[in-house]
């Protein structure tokens, strides 16, 4: 067996110990068809797997002979992973979204959960999948961009030099040296109507300095909450002595003012609509550009 072989069964054991904890620590049990079903190997296999887990944490688990399943004992305690309850909820959310079946995350005996449904919008993956490429590459690429620019009512052809994805917490977009406005900017994934020929790149990332720049955003309670919901609001966000630093790229700055509702704080008559607030609102200000075409 040659040691790129040797490497992936090593990966492949690893995923697998990892799985069985993943599903002793979230809901206290399994057993062999769990993992034959989730990665496709043999019930042998399953049962070597949980034979080498039990060596690495011998008090972990049980077996059950009544439920023909093995348990997590009273005294579980990780070895392979750290507890994380978002990497649990954004599986949640991935099957709520249904982008993800509950076959394809670890998650076993779901609960009853749903997430708000938000309109899609519809990036075409083998466009998505040529401007990683270009990405990769460190090409320049031709566009069919339909903008909301109302001086360009209609898609154009535009030359682009990408080098970046970014998420505003709904859409996606990329990161690009605009070639027609000579300047970096965001071009929405699913504005992109045709993807044309590479071309020869100009500015690269070296130069975006909205995107390289980081701002160090500093959120608080809106302190027109009572003093309770302020420090309800402390714990929500797990501020640490009352506020939150929050490093951002200043490229992503105004998505994360709408996101947050920051922009209306002091325009709301309830302040639990907008229950942070900046507390370096000069500089932030300083810093936020206006909305992407």
Same mark, same amino acid.
């Given at each position: 067996?040659?040691?790129?072989? $040797?490497?992936?069964?090593?990966?492949?054991?690893?995923?697998?110990?990892?799985? %069985?904890?993943?599903?002793?620590?979230?809901?206290?049990?399994? !057993?062999?068809?769990? %993992?034959? =079903?989730?990665?496709?190997?043999?019930?042998?296999?399953?049962?070597?797997?949980?034979?080498?887990?039990?060596?690495?944490?011998?008090? @972990?688990?049980?077996?059950?002979?009544?439920?023909?399943?093995?348990?997590?004992?009273?005294?579980?305690?990780?070895?392979?992973?750290?507890? @994380?309850?978002?990497? #649990?909820?954004?599986?949640?959310?991935?099957?709520?979204? @249904?982008?993800?079946?509950?076959?394809?995350?670890?998650?076993?005996?779901? &609960?009853?959960?749903?997430?708000?449904?938000?309109?899609?919008?519809?990036?075409?993956?083998?466009?998505?999948?040529?401007?990683?490429?270009?990405?990769?590459?460190? *090409?320049?690429?031709?566009?069919? #961009?339909?903008?909301?620019?109302?001086?360009?009512?209609?898609?154009?052809?535009?030359?682009?030099?990408?080098?970046?994805?970014?998420?505003?917490?709904?859409?996606?977009?990329?990161?690009? #040296? *605009?070639?027609?406005?000579?300047?970096?900017?965001?071009?929405?994934?699913?504005?992109?109507?045709?993807?044309?020929? !590479?071309?020869? &790149?100009?500015?690269?990332?070296?130069?975006?300095?909205?995107?390289?720049?980081?701002?160090?955003?500093?959120?608080?309670?809106?302190?027109?909450?009572?003093?309770?919901?302020?420090?309800?609001?402390?714990?929500?966000?797990?501020?640490?002595?009352? =506020?939150?630093?929050?490093?951002?790229?200043?490229?992503?700055?105004?998505?994360? !003012? =709408?996101?947050?509702?920051?922009?209306?704080?002091?325009?709301?008559?309830?302040?639990?609509?907008? &229950?942070?607030?900046?507390? !370096?609102?000069? $500089?932030?200000?300083?810093?936020?550009?206006?909305?992407?075409?």
């Amino acid at each position: 067996m040659t040691k790129d072989h $040797e490497s992936k069964r090593r990966w492949g054991v690893e995923q697998r110990l990892e799985f %069985i904890e993943f599903r002793l620590f979230w809901d206290g049990t399994l !057993n062999r068809a769990d %993992i034959t =079903k989730r990665f496709g190997v043999s019930a042998v296999q399953a049962s070597t797997d949980l034979g080498l887990y039990k060596e690495l944490a011998p008090d @972990n688990l049980d077996y059950d002979a009544s439920q023909k399943r093995f348990v997590a004992t009273n005294v579980f305690a990780p070895r392979l992973m750290t507890p @994380n309850a978002d990497r #649990y909820l954004a599986q949640l959310k991935a099957i709520g979204d @249904n982008v993800m079946s509950v076959d394809e995350t670890s998650i076993g005996d779901i &609960p009853m959960a749903d997430a708000m449904p938000v309109p899609h919008r519809r990036v075409d993956p083998i466009l998505l999948k040529r401007i990683i490429a270009t990405i990769r590459e460190g *090409c320049g690429l031709r566009i069919l #961009y339909h903008s909301m620019n109302v001086k360009r009512p209609l898609p154009i052809w535009r030359d682009f030099t990408p080098h970046a994805f970014g998420f505003d917490g709904l859409r996606w977009h990329v990161r690009a #040296y *605009c070639h027609l406005e000579d300047r970096f900017k965001d071009f929405i994934l699913s504005r992109i109507v045709e993807i044309g020929d !590479n071309i020869e &790149p100009l500015k690269g990332s070296d130069l975006d300095s909205e995107w390289n720049e980081i701002f160090d955003l500093i959120l608080v309670p809106n302190p027109k909450l009572a003093e309770p919901q302020q420090a309800t609001i402390a714990r929500d966000y797990a501020m640490d002595v009352g =506020k939150l630093h929050m490093p951002i790229r200043r490229a992503l700055l105004y998505y994360f !003012n =709408k996101r947050l509702r920051l922009d209306v704080a002091d325009l709301v008559d309830d302040p639990k609509e907008a &229950p942070v607030v900046v507390l !370096n609102r000069e $500089e932030f200000l300083k810093y936020l550009r206006s909305e992407p075409s």
